[in-house]
């Protein structure tokens, strides 16, 4: 059985399924399957466990990322500079958001695991706390093969249907972590507080090393930060007629729309049509501006909070092109 691919949709209907389950106190429901291997740090008071996660995912903004929108995540991730997060910055105090295509290899150091494409979030205890996802299918299919280098059998047929009925939902929980408020976050301190100036090859080595929690995290954190942004649109998309019976007999509170959110699609920047930097000024030529991130200062929060000018053609229109051999820039992850 393949991968199925989810749409904004789906999300309605897929939250009802992952409530639905976690609600299930039976041998076959969320709270038995998730405690099963629960890792020791996630077993303390503090974190949102499963039977807390199924009261928090029906008050949840339901979000999906297109895939153009998902991959400019990505790519602005490894340019990200060090930053602390915000209460503002997020979209919703909780939420669970869809990438339309994963936002993280499907290595994690020497060990293969299945790539994330959602996570649900709460802020809890003064920090966001996170519970990412993979598709269930993916997952299967890593355990089923089993893994040598963890020490990971693989799985019999029946062992594998096993699984599938134990884990009913699209989705599947790879595990938790958390983003702290007004802290940066381990993983972008060693990253400078301007990246405008540093060199592609220089940010890459700074995220090569990433885990998959910190893939994720990097992905999510400039998913919020560019929701924040004009180029950025969202669109409501309905319930489908096709769900709302089967979604309003679970809990009729579920029956949301989901934000759709994607690109805004246009060739220039607001700043290069004289509202910025350089207006005023007259140039013979057209040049390409790589993606980047810049500080811009917020009065009300009396501190910066990072914007990401995406790539771009600087000049007037008709110009001719400067060193039409650099039009082409690749982003190796």
């Not at 466990?49 to 929108?69: C, E, H, I, K, Q």
């Not at 299919?141 to 059998?153: E, I, V």
């Not at 207006?279 to 501006?289: D, P």
Request: proline residues 8%; contains cysteine; hydrophobic residues 40%.
């Amino acid at each position: 059985m393949g991968t199925t691919t989810l749409t904004a949709r789906d999300l309605p209907g897929l939250r009802a399924d992952l409530v639905q389950w976690l609600r299930d106190p039976g041998p076959l429901g969320g709270p038995s399957a998730w405690a099963s291997g629960l890792p020791p740090e996630e077993a303390r008071p503090e974190w949102l466990a499963a039977g807390t996660w199924a009261d928090v995912l029906p008050s949840t903004d339901l979000f999906f990322a297109s895939a153009d929108m998902t991959r400019m995540a990505v790519a602005a991730g490894v340019a990200l500079p060090s930053y602390r997060l915000h209460p503002e910055d997020m979209p919703a105090p909780r939420g669970l958001l869809v990438w339309e295509v994963p936002v993280t290899d499907r290595f994690d150091g020497d060990v293969v695991g299945s790539p994330v494409v959602a996570v649900s979030w709460a802020e809890h205890e003064g920090r966001v706390q996170y519970r990412l996802w993979c598709h269930r299918e993916d997952w299967l299919t890593d355990l089923a093969k089993g893994n040598p280098l963890s020490g990971l059998p693989a799985l019999s047929r029946d062992e594998v249907r096993q699984r599938r009925a134990s884990n009913p939902p699209e989705l599947v929980c790879l595990g938790a972590g958390y983003l702290p408020f007004g802290r940066v976050p381990g993983w972008l301190s060693a990253a400078p507080e301007d990246t405008s100036a540093r060199s592609l090859a220089e940010m890459e080595s700074l995220s090569r090393a990433a885990g998959r929690a910190e893939q994720a995290e990097r992905a999510l954190l400039v998913t919020w930060l560019l929701m924040g942004q004009t180029l950025v649109r969202e669109d409501r998309v309905e319930t489908p007629r096709s769900a709302v019976k089967r979604i309003a007999r679970i809990d009729p509170a579920l029956l949301a729309a989901t934000r759709y959110v994607q690109l805004r699609h246009r060739s220039v920047h607001a700043e290069e049509r004289g509202a910025g930097e350089g207006a005023g000024k007259s140039y013979r030529h057209r040049w390409l501006v790589r993606g980047h991130w810049r500080n811009h200062y917020y009065p009300s929060r009396k501190a910066n909070r990072p914007i990401w000018i995406d790539q771009h053609m600087k000049g007037p229109d008709g110009a001719p092109v400067l060193d039409p051999s650099k039009l082409v820039s690749v982003l190796r992850r």
